[in-house]
């Protein structure tokens, strides 16, 4: 993390940061099995050949002819033998067969039960993902308090920079969303701790998240920013102030919730 001294550096630091993180999922999720042929699923295999441990591709070039096979052509023939065993011995569930001159690698279908771990081991990855990115928000809001307390910031400018950071990560979320529904055809995985406290809730018959409705209402988010920095001295200061800002909410929510049922 670089050093944060105004809402520019912080913007620039949490999009490297996040990139790397989206990145990240990329690589790891690339090398989980669906069931369809994809070169990426070898992206981890390191075969020992002339003395060292190189990437697959470095020592064969990788193709896709039919949906369920691979194909690898050593660049050097004499190769084939440490190639096909390393494809062998990456614990992936393939059997590679060689005739000499390249190697036939099939991509059996997942059965069900290989089919609800890979959903599990998808779900994992890309919640690892997400967190990774709120981490970051959270970090870049806390060195935009930092400022805003030492007086290198004024409200205004602070409450855009928070504004901007939240945007930064819902995009990043939603790519590596995107990412997950990408290598999940089948039903997504739902832990057992989602089923039992669901993170998620009706709101005018719309199933919305928490994350979604702070989006929604950005009024809420500042005032939590507030109250985690002056804590009772800003409930104290703003009492009528936040009266009015629920009031106004429940008038909201109310109105929402008369159009669902009038649109229904």
Request: proline share 5%; charged share 30%; aromatic share 4%.
């Given at each position: 993390?670089?050093?944060?001294?105004?809402p520019?550096?912080?913007?620039?630091?949490?999009?490297?940061?996040?990139?790397?993180?989206?990145?990240?999922?990329?690589?790891?999720?690339?090398g989980?099995r669906?069931?369809?042929?994809?070169?990426?699923?070898?992206?981890?295999?390191?075969?020992?050949?002339?003395?060292?441990?190189?990437?697959?591709?470095?020592?064969?070039s990788?193709?896709?002819?039919?949906?369920?096979?691979?194909?690898?052509?050593?660049?050097?023939?004499?190769?084939?033998?440490?190639?096909?065993?390393?494809?062998?011995?990456?614990?992936?569930?393939?059997?590679?067969?060689n005739d000499?001159?390249?190697?036939r690698?099939?991509?059996?279908p997942?059965?069900?039960?290989?089919?609800?771990?890979?959903?599990?081991?998808?779900?994992k990855?890309?919640?690892?993902?997400?967190?990774?990115?709120?981490?970051?928000r959270?970090?870049?809001?806390?060195?935009?308090?930092?400022?805003?307390k030492?007086?290198?910031?004024?409200?205004?400018?602070?409450?855009?920079?928070?504004?901007?950071?939240?945007?930064?990560?819902?995009?990043?979320v939603?790519?590596?969303?995107e990412?997950?529904?990408?290598l999940?055809?089948?039903?997504?995985y739902?832990?057992?701790?989602?089923?039992?406290?669901?993170?998620?809730?009706?709101?005018?018959?719309?199933?919305?998240?928490?994350?979604?409705?702070?989006?929604?209402?950005?009024?809420?988010?500042?005032?939590?920013?507030?109250?985690?920095?002056?804590?009772?001295?800003?409930?104290?200061?703003?009492?009528?102030?936040?009266?009015?800002?629920?009031?106004?909410?429940?008038?909201?929510?109310?109105?929402?919730?008369?159009?669902?049922?009038?649109?229904?």
């Amino acid at each position: 993390m670089t050093t944060i001294t105004d809402p520019e550096s912080a913007h620039n630091d949490a999009v490297q940061r996040m990139d790397g993180a989206v990145e990240h999922v990329r690589r790891e999720l690339s090398g989980v099995r669906t069931g369809r042929a994809s070169i990426t699923i070898l992206d981890a295999i390191h075969v020992d050949a002339y003395g060292a441990e190189v990437p697959l591709n470095q020592v064969a070039s990788l193709s896709v002819p039919e949906s369920t096979l691979i194909v690898a052509a050593p660049f050097d023939p004499s190769q084939i033998s440490r190639i096909e065993a390393a494809i062998r011995n990456a614990n992936l569930g393939l059997n590679p067969s060689n005739d000499g001159k390249i190697i036939r690698i099939p991509v059996p279908p997942l059965t069900d039960e290989r089919r609800k771990e890979m959903s599990r081991l998808v779900h994992k990855l890309a919640e690892e993902g997400r967190n990774s990115v709120r981490q970051i928000r959270r970090d870049a809001n806390e060195a935009l308090k930092s400022l805003l307390k030492n007086h290198e910031l004024s409200e205004d400018d602070e409450h855009r920079a928070l504004d901007d950071i939240q945007q930064l990560t819902n995009a990043h979320v939603k790519a590596i969303d995107e990412l997950q529904k990408s290598l999940q055809p089948y039903p997504e995985y739902v832990s057992p701790l989602e089923k039992r406290m669901p993170d998620k809730f009706i709101y005018g018959r719309k199933l919305q998240t928490f994350e979604e409705f702070l989006e929604e209402h950005r009024d809420i988010r500042l005032y939590k920013v507030r109250l985690e920095e002056r804590g009772s001295d800003f409930l104290i200061d703003n009492k009528r102030k936040m009266l009015e800002f629920f009031d106004n909410i429940e008038i909201r929510v109310t109105k929402k919730l008369r159009t669902n049922i009038t649109q229904k």
